[in-house]
C-alpha cells in the first residue's frame, strides 16, 4: 500500500493546513501512479468547494469540523476520486475505508465506509 497514489496523496493533503499549497510528498511511486496522484491532487484543489458541499449534505449528521483530520482528508479525497469517475466507485469506497482504518480508527474507517458509499451511489457529479 505505500506505493499506492491514494496513501501518497492522503499523506501529502494531511501534512498542509490549507489544500492550495498541498503537493506530492517524496515518494517511491511508479510514473503512472505519480500521473494519478497528481490528477487526484489537482481535481480536490479545483474543486475543494464542490467536494466540501458535498461533504457537509453527506456527513450525517456531523458538523465537519468534528470529523477527525485523518477521516476528513479520506473523505476529501475519496469524494474528489469519484468525481474523476476512473475507478468503479466500489473499489473508491474500499480503497479509502482500508486507508482511515490504518491511519484512523476502525469506527472512523466506519463513517467514511458509510459517507463514500452514500454518495457514490446517490449522488451525481456533472
Known sequence: MKNDFRHFCLV???SVDEIATVELVDN???ENQVLRAEQLLQNTKANI???FNVLEENSLNW???RIGKAEKTSLILGISEIML?????KVIVSE??????KHASSDGAKFVN???DNISKNHEFT
Open 63 to 65: 458538523s465537519v469540523e
Open 49 to 51: 468547494d464542490t467536494i
Open 114 to 116: 458509510a459517507i463514500l
Open 12 to 14: 501529502s493533503l494531511f
Open 96 to 101: 479509502w475505508t482500508k486507508l482511515t482504518d
Open 28 to 30: 517511491d511511486l511508479s
Open 85 to 89: 469517475n476512473l475507478t468503479p466507485f
